[in-house]
């Protein structure tokens, strides 16, 4: 995907993926997250570790505009502070007890976190329709060779033998994470055909990639 010396926007997950009043794990570059949706829709990133006793973030609930944790209930802002303790209902929680987030950015059903200060906002992929997220046991340099395209300025991979899929990577730790994606107005047959696609690209990538180990 696009980047500069400044910085970078990882694609971690599919809008559909993240409705309101949720929270999901997800990693960028700079390490785990906490991605969650307020009530009203804003989608947020938060770092995953709750700074009271560590537990992470990501198993924590959603409830309004703050994400809190499952564990005492402490209350974060899209923002990062604390605003709320439960055992200390009348406390205002010092402005030192925060938790650090990352820049999100939606765009044609796709959640962008920034890594780092990107110069341009993610790319658009406005003729395209997000169907589905898949882990990958493989490295970007497998899923090319195993869809028969090298990745382009926008980080899209396209299926040589199926040109209207797409692949949009991005690499996490010890795997690779892709969302699927259709040119528009395409059919839900072949929706199902893309998916079953996308799962046979999955199977020559991590073939490729053991026998490279």
Not at 144 to 151: I, L, T
Request: proline letters at 9%; hydrophobic letters at 45%; aromatic letters at 4%.
């Amino acid at each position: 995907m696009p980047s500069d010396t400044a910085g970078s926007w990882t694609p971690v997950a599919l809008s559909a993926d993240l409705p309101p009043a949720t929270v999901i794990p997800a990693w960028t570059p700079l390490g785990a997250i906490a991605l969650w949706r307020s009530q009203s829709g804003r989608a947020s990133a938060s770092s995953d570790r709750c700074p009271h006793r560590g537990m992470r973030l990501s198993h924590g609930f959603v409830r309004g505009e703050a994400l809190s944790c499952i564990y005492h209930g402490w209350s974060y802002s899209p923002a990062g502070g604390c605003i709320r303790i439960p055992a200390h209902p009348d406390l205002v929680p010092p402005e030192t007890i925060r938790v650090a987030v990352q820049q999100v950015a939606e765009s044609d059903g796709i959640v962008w976190i920034a890594v780092g200060e990107p110069a341009m906002p993610p790319p658009r992929l406005d003729n395209l329709a997000p169907i589905r997220s898949l882990t990958l046991d493989a490295d970007v340099a497998a899923i090319e060779a195993a869809a028969g395209e090298k990745a382009d300025a926008d980080g899209l991979i396209r299926v040589a033998d199926c040109p209207w899929v797409r692949l949009l990577p991005a690499e996490q730790i010890g795997c690779t994470l892709i969302h699927l994606l259709v040119e528009q107005g395409r059919s839900v047959a072949d929706r199902i055909t893309a998916s079953r696609i996308a799962e046979a690209v999955r199977r020559r990538a991590e073939t490729r990639q053991k026998g490279m180990a």
